[in-house]
């Protein structure tokens, strides 16, 4: 693995360097810089910053512990820069650490370690352990903490829900395959996406809401196209949407509250809709039947057919 063999070599030029490199322990109170290179807190070892010190690393291997108390900072040089590898038992307090995680060929999510070296160390979990072992971490003034220096491709290594915050948002036209999942659609200055079919996922997820401002649209290439895969209840505001009853379809802007109680609808995790260019909207796949549906919504129905 690449990653593995830059340690390997970060650790021969570690070796071959003792008149540069120093093992980094004690306790800092007052700021403190880092000159030399190669260096190494090692197990058994503990660095402490305090005091509202700032230690501003250089690099680092850590098979010790390092201890950032309140107030008081471990930083890099720069932005970007600095260098720290965690061997596994590390200690860690005060630092924040991220990684960053390639979910498809256009998006990556930087994200917060959800839980501390110590839990990784002791989850039993081997490849998890192995992959942290090995990340290479540099300084990020943004985050103000330390974020791995390459993503990882297409996993998932902390199981994350790593699409709770992500918002798709348009601000101009696009054909293009849509994410495939996100909090959020949004489609805003008289944009329109067509969103395009994807061999690897029929359908994106929306978890919150769908909102698409006056003069902007969502299109797909049809019943066969891509598809929308959303969460029951969720806020629907400018997307055309129809529901079949029986054989006639109808407009569901107005009944979605009532839509989403019906039993063929309430007890899935995410309900489809397709693209009918015929009504230059989106259809649900679930039908509605008139033996089925409650009475109120029924005369909502039937009011509409009209």
């Avoid at 079949?244 to 007890?267: E, G």
Wanted: glycine fraction near 6%; aromatic fraction near 12%.
């Amino acid at each position: 693995m690449k990653n593995k063999f830059f340690l390997t070599l970060f650790i021969l030029f570690a070796s071959m360097s003792a008149l540069s490199a120093v093992e980094l322990s004690g306790t800092y109170n007052k700021d403190f810089r880092v000159t030399t290179e190669f260096n190494t807190v090692s197990a058994g070892k503990t660095l402490r910053v305090t005091n509202g010190a700032t230690f501003i690393m250089t690099d680092a291997i850590v098979t010790g512990s390092i201890i950032v108390e309140k107030g008081a900072s471990l930083i890099g040089p720069r932005d970007s820069q600095g260098y720290l590898v965690f061997g596994k038992g590390t200690h860690v307090e005060g630092i924040d650490l991220y990684y960053k995680v390639r979910v498809s060929d256009n998006l990556v999510f930087t994200r917060k370690f959800p839980m501390t070296l110590d839990e990784v160390w002791k989850s039993n979990n081997k490849e998890l352990i192995d992959w942290v072992s090995i990340i290479e971490f540099c300084y990020s003034t943004s985050l103000k903490g330390w974020v791995s220096i390459n993503e990882v491709r297409f996993v998932n290594p902390f199981n994350e829900d790593l699409f709770d915050e992500y918002d798709m948002v348009f601000t101009k036209s696009v054909t293009q395959k849509l994410e495939k999942e996100c909090r959020s659609l949004i489609i805003k200055n008289k944009s329109k996406v067509v969103a395009q079919a994807c061999p690897d996922y029929w359908g994106t997820k929306i978890n919150e809401s769908i909102s698409i401002e006056s003069g902007s649209s969502l299109v797909a290439t049809g019943p066969d196209g891509h598809k929308l895969q959303i969460k029951p209840g969720i806020t629907i505001k400018g997307l055309p949407l129809f529901v079949r009853y029986n054989n006639d379809f109808l407009p569901a802007d107005t009944i979605l509250s009532d839509i989403w109680k019906q039993r063929d609808f309430i007890n899935k995790d995410y309900l489809t809709i397709y693209y009918k260019p015929e009504l230059e909207a989106w259809v649900f796949d679930e039908v509605l039947y008139g033996d089925t549906v409650t009475d109120s919504l029924k005369k909502k129905l039937e009011a509409l057919k009209k």
